[in-house]
């Protein structure tokens, strides 16, 4: 056990919409274990409302994928430099560094030199691309806190200090009856609810909700009472998506919401996700779907050079084969995949059967308390003084 006695400061990390999510859950656990600890944190508006002293709005800035990193480049080495001078300054008791390693790496090597213990949350998907990742990772960390129970060995083999307490999703997705779902009987006069996920970043929001909401217009046509809801996140406003929509659909059936509770998504009768987090949140809740990704060329490239796996959707990763469809880069059509869907919405066997096999993810993942559990662990590490 390390006694803190320089002070109780403490940095944590995170640069993007779920890392920002997952971290200022794991804060508030560890204030209620720790109320004497100081939280200082770079972030999103999450974070912000949680921490003692918010540093920097990252999350809005974030970048993802080699041309978007290029062209953030002059932030990150403004960023760098503040967490420099903070780790120099406050000399915390430790850092937690939340997914996002494009810039999070940066922090490793910064609290290492500087012998700060660094925990990594949700480390990255080594499993894959870029498996060198787990290397510098082990090295480096205190302590790992994998998300998926298949990384524990990854990081083991390696001599990382590892540990899975569960997937954070099951603290903030509720469960549902999913009996309910499936004893529906749909047919065409049915109140469709589709919901639309477009993504967390401005440029996703610009590759899918255009081609979602041409797709939402193709399904109302055949099923008329069909309801589409845009699941907005708190870093745009609903101008924003309301303008694409506009250009993109001329009906007056899709409004956007913001539903930080899912207490409106678990009700979709089926979603067109952006790959990325909400597709496993979709899962959780026995939520049906396909799921789009569209990114630059460049990017696109670059990422077929260096993934390994035949999947984007981490529902089709965990159960090993495609459960839900893809429709990436070329193949994200707007009449492919409205024929798919209004097929699906009309066979309420395959319906069933999709809702039954992605909610079975739900037992994969741990139990609920997660986000206790690690800040339980973390200050045990620790004598809090």
Not at 50 to 74: A, I, T
Not at 92 to 106: E, H, S, T
Request: overall charge positive.
């Amino acid at each position: 056990m390390l006694k803190i006695s320089r002070n109780n400061d403490v940095l944590v990390v995170a640069g993007d919409v779920s890392g920002d999510l997952h971290a200022s859950n794991l804060v508030r656990e560890l204030k209620k274990v720790a109320p004497s600890l100081i939280i200082h944190s770079i972030g999103g508006v999450r974070l912000k409302e949680v921490s003692d002293r918010f540093v920097y709005d990252l999350v809005s800035k974030g970048s993802f994928g080699f041309v978007d990193s290029v062209k953030s480049f002059g932030l990150w080495i403004k960023l760098i430099s503040i967490v420099r001078r903070f780790l120099e300054d406050k000399k915390p008791a430790f850092v937690i560094v939340v997914d996002f390693y494009g810039f999070n790496r940066q922090v490793l090597g910064l609290s290492r030199d500087r012998d700060i213990p660094v925990y990594y949350y949700i480390p990255p998907q080594v499993w894959a691309s870029r498996p060198k990742r787990a290397n510098t990772i082990s090295k480096i960390c205190k302590e790992i806190f994998a998300i998926f129970p298949f990384e524990v060995d990854i990081y083991k083999k390696l001599g990382g200090r590892v540990s899975f307490f569960g997937h954070p999703l099951l603290d903030i997705v509720p469960d549902v009856d999913i009996n309910k779902k499936i004893d529906i009987k749909k047919d065409d006069d049915f109140d469709y609810k589709i919901g639309i996920l477009p993504g967390s970043r401005r440029s996703e929001i610009e590759n899918h909700l255009g081609v979602f909401s041409k797709i939402f217009s193709n399904i109302e046509s055949k099923f008329k009472n069909s309801k589409g809801y845009v699941f907005a996140v708190n870093e745009f406003g609903d101008e924003y998506y309301e303008r694409i929509i506009a250009e993109n659909y001329t009906g007056n059936n899709i409004r956007v919401v913001r539903d930080n509770n899912y207490s409106i998504r678990k009700d979709m009768t089926f979603c067109l996700t952006c790959s990325g987090t909400a597709t496993l949140e979709n899962a959780l809740m026995g939520v049906p779907m396909i799921v789009g990704y569209k990114t630059s060329r460049i990017n696109y490239e670059l990422s077929r050079a260096v993934i390994r796996i035949p999947y984007i959707s981490l529902v089709n990763i965990i159960l090993k084969r495609e459960a839900v469809k893809e429709f990436i880069q070329g193949d994200l059509r707007v009449n492919k995949i409205s024929a798919y869907v209004i097929d699906l919405l009309h066979d309420n066997d395959k319906y069933n059967a999709m809702v039954s096999e992605i909610y079975s993810i739900r037992k994969m993942l741990g139990e609920s308390g997660v986000n206790k559990r690690i800040a339980e662990k973390i200050v045990s590490d620790f004598e809090i003084i």
